[in-house]
């Protein structure tokens, strides 16, 4: 059986995103093997969310939120986290995977997303200092990390489309833990974040699904088809 992705959140056919994921996945397809893909509406994943997405190998948490269920969306990266499947997640896939693993490791009672609720006086996910809707930037990459290797350099210029990010409050709980960043941007603000001890399991702010829209075969989505196909290797 060819090996499956689900593709979580609620499609859009005018986000760039979403028309840069299925071109992207082809193109890595193409160099790294055979891998089908669905679309998994986030409220599909508010009930049982274990017997939606057990026949995946892979889980990408898309951009676009605020997504129709956070909810579903979180229960999606748990469950990409603890059976364990290949994980990646963009922008706010990014954002849901911070929400996620605070609640579940760190103890955060109330894991806030400032956009779903502006109100929270100390939200996980808050307002970047500057927006980085459609705006191109540097990444620092950190050395010895996965995504460092995946790259083969230290820096990259990616893609973003998106308002909010990693509180500063919480990132310096990345120092310690296997949760650690993966990038920064020049000023040090997280920008991608990997766990050491899974299979794959990486979240960025930034969009690599992007170079899909421009025929350009991304690294990290190469080694994430990777991943999914050993996923779908094991017995």
Same mark, same amino acid.
């Given at each position: ?49 274990? &017997?939606?997405?057990? !026949? ?8 676009? #939120? @605020?997504?129709?269920? /956070? =909810?579903? *969306? ?78 083969? &350099?230290?820096?990259? !210029? ?8 990693? #509180? @500063?409050?919480?990132? /310096? =709980?990345? *120092? ?60």
């Amino acid at each position: 059986m060819t090996p499956r992705i689900a593709l979580v959140g609620d499609f859009n056919e005018s986000v760039k995103a979403h028309q840069g994921i299925p071109r992207s996945l082809a193109l890595a397809a193409e160099h790294a093997g055979p891998v089908a893909w669905e679309w998994v509406p986030t409220p599909e994943l508010a009930g049982d969310v274990a &017997a939606r997405l057990s !026949s995946f190998h892979g889980v990408w948490c898309v951009p676009a #939120s @605020p997504y129709a269920s /956070a =909810r579903g *969306a979180i229960a999606a990266i748990r469950f990409a986290r603890e059976a364990p499947r290949a994980f990646l997640g963009t922008c706010g896939g990014f954002q849901h995977a911070m929400l996620e693993y605070a609640e579940a490791v760190w103890g955060v009672e109330r894991a806030a997303h400032a956009e779903l609720d502006p109100e929270a006086p100390d939200p996980v996910v808050a307002p970047l200092s500057c927006g980085l809707v459609e705006v191109k930037g540097d990444v620092v990459l950190t050395p010895g990390s996965r995504l460092a290797s995946i790259y083969g &350099a230290a820096e990259a !210029s990616e893609g973003y489309h998106c308002n909010y990010g990693l #509180s @500063p409050n919480y990132a /310096a =709980r990345l *120092a310690s833990g296997p949760l650690r960043v993966a990038a920064r941007d020049r000023a040090g603000d997280v920008r991608a974040v990997e766990l050491e001890g899974h299979p794959f399991f990486i979240a960025t702010l930034f969009q690599p699904e992007r170079s899909g829209l421009e025929g350009r075969r991304h690294p990290l989505i190469e080694d994430f088809v990777a991943a999914v196909l050993a996923v779908g290797r094991k017995p």
